[in-house]
């Protein structure tokens, strides 16, 4: 097991204009899995399951209320770990690119990162390299995330985080802020890597059928709690749960997928 996450609990307090704690929202309540090395594993349910509060305590940029994440067995801290043991992709790639550096430099200083040198030892033909994983070995590296379209830009974002060699990535809805015939594109492409490189990944989105395309294991999130999880044939083909049940018959069919 590369990762496990234990009786995670997460609650968020909104304050009163008094600085009093006054609303409390459990966004999660008792999370337990666990992610082997290789495997994808996808996350679903509707919006405001807890989907992205608990990819964003698993990559360490929010701390659970209660319960902990394992990396290989060891109680993981973000403020200990110098190596980039997470990555988290986001909707929208800008979350994850920096509108003002040119996509040549933000990939130099990312492969420079998680290869532990200085961005001027990084040659442009490692730059290339990382780009032609995602597809995109013919665009100009000189210019900025915002000459790129939707679909160029999260793979941008996706070379960015392989860049720095992550344990894990983490995609949050990496696919819903695109045109559907796209939306296919990088599906397989999160496929493809997992595939070639061997890396770990969790898959967060709303759409069972995404999901099932991608994953080898699913995790149904309902309010905060599992309440199904296992293979993804499994899970699509044989629900078991009146929940699951509804996620599925809730799918928009995209002619795309296959
Ligand atoms: N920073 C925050 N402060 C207060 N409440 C929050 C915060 N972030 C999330 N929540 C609440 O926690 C619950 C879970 O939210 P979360 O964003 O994890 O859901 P989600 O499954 O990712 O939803 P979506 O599919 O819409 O992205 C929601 O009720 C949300 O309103
Ligand atoms: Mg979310």
């Not at 490692?126 to 995109?136: D, T, Y």
């Not at 894990?168 to 809805?173: A, R, S, W």
Request: proline share 5%.
């Amino acid at each position: 097991m590369i990762l496990e996450a234990k009786n995670i609990y997460k609650t968020y307090f909104s304050e009163t204009f008094l600085g009093r704690r006054s609303d409390r929202v459990k966004a999660l309540s008792g999370i337990n899995f666990s992610v082997k090395k290789g495997e994808i594993l996808g996350l679903v349910g509707e919006s405001g399951s807890g989907k992205s509060t608990l990819g964003r305590i698993i990559c360490g940029l929010d701390k659970p209320t209660g319960g902990e994440v394992k990396w290989s067995g060891k109680k993981w801290s973000p403020k200990k770990s110098k190596k980039c043991s997470a990555q988290m992709i986001f909707q929208n790639p800008a979350g994850s690119l920096n509108p003002k550096l040119t996509v040549g430099y933000a990939l130099r200083e990312a492969l420079a990162a998680g290869a532990g040198l200085r961005p001027g030892r990084i040659k442009n033909d490692k730059i290339r390299n990382i780009l032609s994983k995602v597809g995109l070995e013919k665009i100009n590296i000189k210019n900025y995330p915002y000459q790129f379209s939707g679909g160029q830009q999260q793979r941008i974002a996706i070379a960015r985080a392989l860049a720095l060699k992550p344990e894990l990535l983490v995609c949050d809805e990496p696919v819903s802020a695109l045109d559907i015939s796209i939306q296919a594109q990088v599906i397989n492409l999160i496929k493809k890597i997992n595939k070639e490189e061997g890396l770990t990944i969790i898959f967060i989105a709303h759409d069972i059928e995404a999901v099932n395309i991608v994953s080898h294991n699913i995790i149904v999130m309902n309010k905060g709690k599992i309440v199904e999880k296992g293979p993804a044939g499994q899970i699509v083909g044989n629900p078991e749960n009146d929940y699951t049940k509804k996620l599925i018959s809730a799918v928009p069919v995209n002619p795309y997928y296959k």
